[in-house]
């Protein structure tokens, strides 16, 4: 990424901005260029990634519209080629260092992600907690799922039930 300071951020953070970008990011072009997360109410997670970005030289602005946390990169030469340098990375992803797997799962999970917590199977009295990842993009869940495979965390990867004029949905479910 030319004219990024790429030395000033660890892998993990590196891992964790890719991980957001796969799960609310959005890049598009028109009259400008525009790379944007949306982070919903989690103003902790538009902190962290605005550090990073900080970090990596980026111009941005925080946006909140009185309900939701927005984080825009809009000059076209920083967003295109932050945005295009994302593409590059998650293309190349099995390259990536253990610290960037982490990173990008930490960035996913708070992205699509949430904690469930629901009676044990086996003990009505206990409670059992889910981490649960859902998404309309298969592949990559089914690389959260190589990723959680490769640091053997036990999970499984399944269809979630969706309502018939949505798009097909799959999940990510980690059980304690």
Not at 39 to 65: P, Q, T, W
Request: hydrophobic residues 35%; contains cysteine; charged residues 25%.
């Amino acid at each position: 990424m030319k004219d990024f300071n790429l030395e000033s951020v660890t892998d993990y953070e590196l891992g964790y901005l890719l991980g957001v970008y796969k799960g609310d990011g959005s890049a598009t072009a028109g009259s400008h260029y525009m790379w944007r997360v949306n982070a919903g109410f989690d103003k902790e997670m538009v902190d962290r990634i605005s550090g990073i970005l900080g970090k990596l030289g980026i111009k941005h602005r925080e946006y909140n519209d009185g309900r939701y946390w927005r984080l825009y990169v809009t000059a076209w030469s920083p967003s295109e080629r932050l945005a295009k340098w994302l593409d590059e990375a998650y293309q190349n992803f099995h390259l990536a260092s253990r610290d960037e797997k982490i990173g990008f799962l930490a960035g996913y999970y708070d992205s699509e992600g949430h904690l469930r917590k629901r009676p044990h199977y086996n003990c009505p009295n206990s409670i059992q907690h889910q981490i649960e990842i859902s998404d309309t993009q298969l592949d990559e869940l089914e690389l959260v799922s190589n990723i959680l495979t490769e640091l053997d965390v036990q999970h499984s990867l399944k269809p979630k039930k969706v309502k018939e004029n949505r798009l097909p949905a799959w999940r990510v479910i980690v059980t304690s």
